[in-house]
């Protein structure tokens, strides 16, 4: 029986030239800087204001700007890049992929509820909340086995 590929995606024939991607977070960083000079300030509340009650093991988390927040997409978009460079190059052992897995789901669950305390309708809150979500979906995918 023959299989007949529906995605149009064709494998590499031999030897044919790779080209060389770019650095990682090169073009990423100028969108990002960019966005944020476009968009209004982040108001920060001086009190805390909703308390979750005593012992549901939820504290406050505090929201330090958006200088924070870009820092850590920044570092998550880096580890996305990190992965695909990997998955696309010669080969990226198992091991390191998990492991970047792992780090990709670390960083977008400590920026999740960062970004919920964003204010709703906020242009800034929905950039942010994309890259937690394209994050969380990406690492849904390896552990599911779309990249094997």
Do not use: W
């Not at 790779?18 to 300030?41: I, K, N, W, Y």
């Amino acid at each position: 029986m023959k299989i007949h590929r529906t995605d149009n995606l064709h494998p590499p024939q031999p030897g044919a030239v790779r080209s060389a991607p770019e650095p990682a977070g090169t073009r990423f960083q100028d969108v990002l800087r960019d966005a944020v000079s476009a968009a209004p300030g982040l108001t920060v509340p001086g009190s805390i204001g909703n308390l979750p009650p005593a012992g549901t093991g939820m504290g406050h988390v505090a929201v330090g700007g958006r200088e924070e927040l870009l820092s850590r997409a920044d570092e998550l978009i880096g580890l996305l890049e990190s992965l695909q460079g990997g998955i696309s190059g010669p080969g990226l052992p198992v091991k390191d992929a998990c492991a970047s897995v792992r780090a990709i789901e670390d960083g977008a669950d400590a920026l999740a509820p960062l970004v919920e305390r964003l204010p709703e309708g906020d242009p800034f809150r929905d950039f942010m909340n994309r890259i937690v979500i394209t994050a969380s979906v990406e690492a849904i995918k390896f552990r599911r086995g779309d990249y094997q």
